[in-house]
């Protein structure tokens, strides 16, 4: 296992988050299905990015921010979770959120995450689909620069090195877990995005010498530019972790085919697999990423190309305050 007290980082999630069994989702599908429920980290509704935002964050006050700014998309869920953690720890807040084409139109704009982050203070800065979020964020950091503040830039989803580490962290939690229920786990199962989250749980899944399989399921892109993306990641947590790059080598397995038309756009098979676990196990996915995952994750089941009778674990990234922004899509 990797040491962490190396490693500055602010007490924010509410760890270990439970690892659970979900019997009626097991029955149904036909394999068993532990759910870790990273959606119960506790920061402003939970979610992944919690865990990325203590180290994140300890990084801005060494650097002596006394600003975040990040990006997203207007219903960003990281977007959330920064908002909060900037109230919570004194820091100014400036949100780049971009329109996202395909979205529902009654409740997107105004509803969900949107809500949140104006309730937290966080100033927003929206952008149409069309913008270029990454030069604007360089803009806004000069223009927040000569003002006399002190910004601090959290790249998309908080996925680099130093966000990453909170999955790593959350690896050699899960191993513990998986350890103290004396249960084998065939693959872990998550959505993936931008890469942080299932690049810095390979990170800490190698370096505990664990060999479990992790599958990613796509809500952005196809398998071949994501596992090109989390590839590169794992292999840059790897070097700054002193560890061989080339463990990386193998590793990285994602499935880009239930995104649908791009991501934030619904699918039919993602509200399905929404109200399946609610009927199910009253377990809230969100329409971005776990719900997208747990459809791919319910179509492999069913098409039989995870095996029956194994194990499985899906990683419950969060964000389920976005299905007010998507009322429309579940009616």
Same mark, same amino acid.
Request: charged residues 20%; contains cysteine; proline residues 3%.
């Given at each position: ?173 899960? @191993?513990? &877990?998986? #350890? ?6 065939? !693959?872990?199962? *998550?959505? =993936? $995005? ?105 179509? @492999?089941? &069913?098409? #039989? ?6 194990? !499985?674990?899906? *990683?419950? =990234? $969060? ?13």
């Amino acid at each position: 296992m990797i040491e962490f007290e190396s490693f500055p980082r602010i007490t924010i999630s509410h760890t270990p988050t439970p690892l659970e069994k979900a019997p009626r989702l097991s029955d149904d599908l036909g394999c068993n299905v532990y759910i870790k429920r990273d959606d119960c980290t506790g920061l402003a509704g939970g979610g992944n990015k919690t865990r990325k935002l203590e180290y994140l964050l300890a990084d801005a006050k060494v650097q002596g921010a006394d600003t975040l700014v990040t990006i997203g998309g207007l219903q960003s869920n990281h977007a959330r979770q920064t908002a909060a953690a900037a109230a919570k720890f004194g820091f100014n807040c400036e949100l780049i959120l971009q329109d996202v084409i395909g979205t529902p139109e009654k409740d997107y704009k105004t509803n969900g995450n949107i809500l949140l982050d104006h309730l937290f203070g966080a100033k927003i800065h929206r952008l149409s689909a069309d913008e270029d979020c990454e030069i604007y964020a360089a803009t806004l950091m000069n223009q927040l620069q000569c003002e006399g503040k002190t910004p601090y830039l959290i790249p998309i989803g908080g996925s680099n090195e130093i966000g990453s580490l909170g999955y790593i962290r959350c690896a050699n939690e899960l @191993l513990g &877990q998986i #350890k103290a229920q004396d249960i084998h786990i065939d !693959q872990i199962i *998550l959505a =993936t $995005g931008s890469a942080g989250t299932q690049a810095g749980l390979l990170a800490g899944l190698i370096a505990a010498k664990s060999h479990i399989s992790v599958l990613g399921i796509n809500v952005s892109r196809p398998a071949q530019e994501q596992t090109e993306l989390v590839e590169s990641l794992l292999k840059n947590i790897l070097r700054s972790l002193n560890l061989d790059q080339n463990l990386a080598n193998g590793r990285v397995f994602t499935n880009g085919s239930y995104y649908g038309e791009g991501y934030g756009v619904a699918t039919k098979e993602m509200v399905a697999a929404v109200k399946k676990c609610a009927e199910l196990e009253g377990l809230l996915l969100d329409p971005v990423y776990s719900g997208k995952a747990m459809a791919g994750f319910i179509d @492999l089941c &069913q098409t #039989k190309h995870i095996k029956a009778s194994s194990n !499985q674990v899906f *990683l419950h =990234t $969060g964000g389920s305050v976005g299905l007010f922004a998507y009322r429309e899509v579940f009616y």
